[in-house]
């Protein structure tokens, strides 16, 4: 059977009139009612707090742990926000961890000067190209492959890359930082150094200590340059070899290529029929040596000489060291200009003597032609002697002409002369700056 609720009264009934064992009452509490007649009244003190508590109780038990979970969730995703936020405004490139966002990198990386951005380009270019191992945007190094940029030194895991890169028409990928510089469309051009300066390395080594994570391609050139002097000396010796070999290169071609002959020129009365014949450009070594354009050398485009700074092979020598190659590039770009200008000059020269002996050839055919008709008898006529004069004044007209251009002749010769003399001087100067970096890398 089921228990019947049993209904407790406070104070009991026989307490009710009984005030000297009651506690004396505070001024602010509320009046328990008493009790006189249990049958006709009943206390109602404490009920309401007990409905009170047990609907507390009922609601407690009534809201699910997962709301408490969420609500704890929401607060600590709120702190996380609140300190992403301040990590993104106090976000330094240079430091070793990942920006929260891409907005907050760009904005980053547009705080620093464009003329700083650019320096670092082209130390970077100088220096090898050489990427990160790691991902820039996670700051892990693997296990997938990464995507370097191609107009800086950061890389990108495929899952890591960020809103706002793009490939270009050629396959070759920016990140949103170059996009946001403009410099998928408009890198930075490439400047050498004039002449090999030690200023430019002290320069670099206080930059580099004072800033240890500005350029991780100068502090990974710095350790390279660290290594063994055996590796440095043997890299330096096949790049001078190679040279040597691409300035040997054209007078291996000189058998291949025919000699040009010019058809002989004779007058048809002169007992020693003159001839021409000048030796081809390419049969002389001094003129053996085909170089690329000097563009290729600045824009990279497929060269013997820039292939060494595009696969990094100088990466181990010191700046030094490489400024000097630089000087020798240089050098190797004016004698190829002079050399081509030399051979626009022989070949006009060519051109100049053909016609100075067509009109030698012409002026003996005059002259034989004037000695004829002066033997004949003094029944000449006229007209005849009209046209000798017309004759005659056309070969002085002739002669003035041909007179001029031996002129001219002398003159080419003359600047062929002097355009060879800096040749030399050019191979004697290109000579003794091997002579001083194979003297700088032997100490």
């Known amino acids: 059977m089921p228990r019947a609720r049993t209904k407790y009264i406070w104070p009991p009934p026989i307490l009710a009139n009984d005030t000297a064992i009651l506690p004396p009452q505070r001024a602010d509490a509320t009046t328990t009612p008493t009790i006189t007649n249990a049958t006709n009244s009943e206390p109602r003190g404490k009920k309401p707090r007990l409905a009170a508590s047990k609907r507390r109780t009922t609601s407690q038990r009534n809201t699910p742990a997962s709301e408490d979970r969420g609500v704890s969730r ?3 995703n709120q702190d996380k926000a609140d300190k992403a936020g301040e990590e993104a405004v106090e976000w330094d490139p240079d430091s070793d961890t990942a920006p929260p966002s891409v907005e907050v990198a760009i904005a980053a990386y ?26 820039m945007a996670c700051r892990k190094s693997g296990p997938e492959n990464l995507v370097p940029c191609f107009t800086c030194s950061k890389s990108f895991h495929d899952r890591c890359i960020p809103r706002g890169s793009l490939y270009n028409e050629r396959r070759q990928w920016f990140c949103a930082v170059c996009v946001h510089r403009n410099w998928h469309e408009q890198p930075p051009t490439l400047t050498p150094p004039a002449s090999p300066s030690p200023e430019p390395l002290a320069d670099n080594n206080q930059q580099t200590q004072g800033n240890p994570r500005k350029r991780g391609n100068a502090h990974l050139a ?39 002959r010019f058809p002989e020129v004779s007058a048809p009365y002169s007992p020693n029929p003159s001839s021409i014949t000048l030796p081809s450009i390419s049969t002389r070594p001094e003129f053996g040596l085909t170089a690329p354009s000097p563009s290729a050398y600045v824009g990279g485009g497929g060269s013997i000489l820039d292939s060494h700074a595009r696969k990094s092979k100088f990466a181990t020598l010191s700046s030094e060291v490489d400024s000097a190659l630089w000087v020798l590039y240089r050098e190797l770009e004016s004698v190829t200009s002079l050399r081509q200008r030399i051979g626009e000059l022989e070949s006009e020269i060519v051109k100049l003597r053909q016609d100075v002996s067509i009109r030698d050839n012409q002026l003996i055919l005059s002259r034989r032609s004037m000695s004829v008709h002066g033997s004949l008898p ?32 002398e003159a080419l010769e003359k600047a062929l002369e002097e355009a060879k003399a800096e040749s ?4 004697k100067t290109l000579n003794e700056w091997k002579g001083r970096l194979v003297s700088l890398i032997g100490n």
Not at 238 to 244: G, P, R
Request: some cysteine; proline content about 2%.
């Open 74 to 76: 929401a607060g600590d």
């Open 110 to 135: 547009a705080r620093i000067p464009m003329e700083t951005q650019i320096q670092r380009y082209r130390e970077w270019r100088r220096f090898g190209s050489i990427h990160e191992d790691f991902c």
């Open 424 to 427: 030399a001087s050019k191979d």
């Open 378 to 409: 003094n029944g000449i006529s006229q007209t005849e002697i009209d046209r000798l004069r017309v004759q005659a004044a056309k070969v002085e007209e002739v002669t003035r002409q041909t007179e001029s251009l031996r002129a001219k002749n």
């Open 222 to 260: 710095d350790q390279e340059e660290n290594a063994t002097s055996t590796g440095n000396n043997s890299q330096a010796l096949s790049i001078l070899a190679e040279i040597s070999r691409s300035m040997s290169r054209g007078e291996t071609r000189r058998a291949n290529v025919p000699s040009h």
